[in-house]
T-cell receptor
Framework: EDKVVQSPLSLVVHEGDTVTLNCSYEVTNFRSLLWYKQEKKAPTFLFMLTSSGIEKKSGRLSSILDKKELSSILNITATQTGDSAIYLCAVVYNDMRFGAGTRLTVKP | NAGVTQTPKFRILKIGQSMTLQCTQDMNHNYMYWYRQDPGMGLKLIYYSVGAGITDKGEVPNGYNVSRSTTEDFPLRLELAAPSQTSVYFC???????????????FGPGTRLTVT
């Protein structure tokens, strides 16, 4: 059965910490992996990854895909309270499936 | 552009009632999607459409129906509402000419539905 698993499910850190969120998948005909940030309402797009080993970067956020390990990580450095959100990973294959998300809480 | 709009924002239904969740996008996207998100869970695909007149089932289609008569609109119909359908519903759209390739989706603000 196709699945997308994110870990940890929740994480509490203090401002300035660096966090690493994980997304692993088991799907057939993998196409791409997407990261979203969801605050109070709809998810907003962060990154799309299709090639292994190429880091995508946007400010303090970065992400990389490892097709051998069937996984991706999302890194956030120097975290701020505004980074508090649920981070969702989605995998596109013959279909599209989201993981359950990681709830990140950044305390002042 | 308004992007993806959804109505209503909130709704309370009684068991057995029916309703339609509206979704409209003004970006001329071919693909549109309906998801539900239960508390503490990720998004689950209910139905999707690759263009006007074409719809297909997603992961959790039971209890729902959709139609796509225009590119812009993709309403989701709930018949005989059940408490298990209490959830937040998100509509999304994307533009791609190649099915299955990675694509950025634009999400609506969501509809919070409670069935009691």
């Amino acid at each position: 059965e196709d699945k997308v698993v994110q870990s940890p499910l929740s994480l509490v850190v203090h401002e300035g910490d660096t966090v690493t969120l994980n997304c692993s998948y088991e799907v057939t005909n993998f196409r791409s992996l997407l990261w979203y940030k969801q605050e109070k309402k709809a998810p907003t797009f962060l990154f799309m990854l299709t090639s292994s080993g190429i880091e995508k970067k946007s400010g303090r956020l970065s992400s990389i895909l490892d097709k051998k390990e069937l996984s991706s990580i999302l890194n956030i450095t120097a975290t701020q309270t505004g980074d508090s959100a649920i981070y969702l990973c989605a995998v596109v294959y013959n279909d599209m499936r989201f993981g359950a998300g990681t709830r990140l809480t950044v305390k002042p | 552009n308004a992007g993806v709009t959804q109505t209503p924002k909130f709704r309370i239904l009684k068991i057995g009632q029916s309703m339609t969740l509206q979704c409209t996008q003004d970006m001329n996207h071919n693909y549109m999607y309906w998801y539900r998100q239960d508390p503490g869970m990720g998004l689950k695909l209910i139905y999707y459409s690759v263009g006007a007149g074409i719809t297909d089932k997603g992961e959790v289609p039971n209890g729902y129906n959709v139609s796509r008569s225009t590119t812009e609109d993709f309403p989701l119909r709930l018949e005989l509402a059940a408490p298990s359908q209490t959830s937040v519903y998100f509509c999304a759209s994307s533009y791609t000419s190649t099915p299955g390739q990675g694509r950025e989706q634009y999400f609506g603000p969501g509809t919070r539905l409670t069935v009691t």
